[in-house]
């Protein structure tokens, strides 16, 4: 199998999942979503398995490295945005419910920035930083 | 940042009468990595280009070339 062949397996896959998914929302059931998300996952995972096709290299990775950066920093900027909204309202309006939401969000974005901290110090002392001084 | 590495895996690839897909197989690449190498649009790393050059029996500074 080469690594177009892939992809088309994965779209098919992708496509059976979501189909599941919608279905198990019509009829409100669960198990339905579970099941053909994990059959859909488990599939996946074996035929990348099987495939002796190179499915992911250095290019792939930068790409997924700086797409995974640019998602944090928009969601990480909207998430701090919408909390300040919620947080303002909720004070004008006196409402608890959106004073609580607003809140939430901020904590949310305070443990993805704290996320995002220990995972780069880690990556980061992986790959050699060290604060020891060579001669 | 503008990218000032340029090369001549195409040359070599023709020279060797060898496809994209083959020189993918053989530096454990995909063939959307060498078209991208070759079209000057991805710098790859420098285990990449010790690789790629060994394939055809070259130096790192045969195959890439950097402007100054």
């Keep these: ?135 | 940042m503008e990218n000032r590495t340029t090369n001549k895996i195409k040359v070599y690839r023709a020279m060797h009468n060898m496809t994209q897909e083959e020189l993918a197989g053989k530096a454990g690449v995909t063939r959307q990595t060498i078209i991208a190498i070759e079209k000057n649009k991805y710098v790859p790393s420098l285990e990449l280009a010790f690789r790629i050059t060994r394939i055809f029996g070259e130096t790192v500074e045969n195959v890439f070339q950097y402007r100054k």
């Design chain 1, 1 to 135: 199998m080469n690594y177009k062949q892939f992809k088309k397996i994965k779209a098919l896959t992708a496509s059976f999942i979501a189909a599941t998914v919608a279905i198990a929302v019509v009829y409100n059931n669960i198990l339905l979503a579970i099941a053909g998300v994990s059959i859909g996952i488990l599939f996946l995972f074996l035929v990348r398995k099987k495939t002796k096709a190179v499915l992911e290299d250095e290019r792939i990775q930068s790409i997924g490295g700086r797409a995974a950066r640019l998602t944090y920093a928009i969601l990480t900027a909207t998430i701090a945005f919408l909390s300040l909204i919620f947080i303002g309202t909720g004070r004008q309006t006196g409402e608890d419910g959106y004073e609580l939401l607003g809140v939430i969000l901020s904590y949310i974005t305070l443990f993805s920035l704290a996320l995002y901290s220990l995972s780069y110090k880690y990556i980061s002392k992986k790959y050699g930083e060290s604060d020891d001084e060579q001669d």
